[in-house]
Nanobody
Framework: QPQVVESGGGLVQPGGSLRLSCAVSGFTSDYFTIVWFRQAPGKEREGVSCIGPRSYSTSYADLVKGRFTISRDNAKNTVYLQMTSLKPEDTAVYYC??????????????????WGQGTQVTVSS
């Protein structure tokens, strides 16, 4: 049974850092693009970052470029999203998803095959 499980969310002060993890099982993650999305209350789900199957390609939304870094460890079937210089507007539920489409800034939620349940990130003083 394919599973995607996010962890690492929490409450952090502005300017702080968090590292989210996305652990996948039940399918060969090496062949999948992994995408992080986020959804704030009252807003549409938006793509944050993606990484291709062998880490050859990565992409970031303009709002997070220079602050977030995505990486993957295929031996552990885990993808990480290191978030630094966090801002209150980064507050959202962060979702991890797997897709067979290439990593690009055009990745859409409709392209995703497997989803996690989400992890809450709150940036507040």
């Amino acid at each position: 049974q394919p599973q995607v499980v996010e962890s690492g969310g929490g409450l952090v002060q502005p300017g702080g850092s968090l590292r989210l993890s996305c652990a996948v099982s039940g399918f060969t993650s090496d062949y999948f693009t992994i995408v992080w999305f986020r959804q704030a209350p009252g807003k549409e789900r938006e793509g944050v970052s993606c990484i291709g199957p062998r880490s050859y390609s990565t992409s970031y939304a303009d709002l997070v470029k220079g602050r977030f870094t995505i990486s993957r460890d295929n031996a552990k079937n885990t993808v990480y999203l290191q978030m630094t210089s966090l801002k209150p507007e980064d507050t959202a539920v962060y979702y991890c998803a797997a897709s067979v489409v290439p990593c690009s800034s055009e990745n859409k939620a409709a392209h995703m095959k497997y989803w996690g349940q989400g992890t809450q990130v709150t940036v507040s003083s």
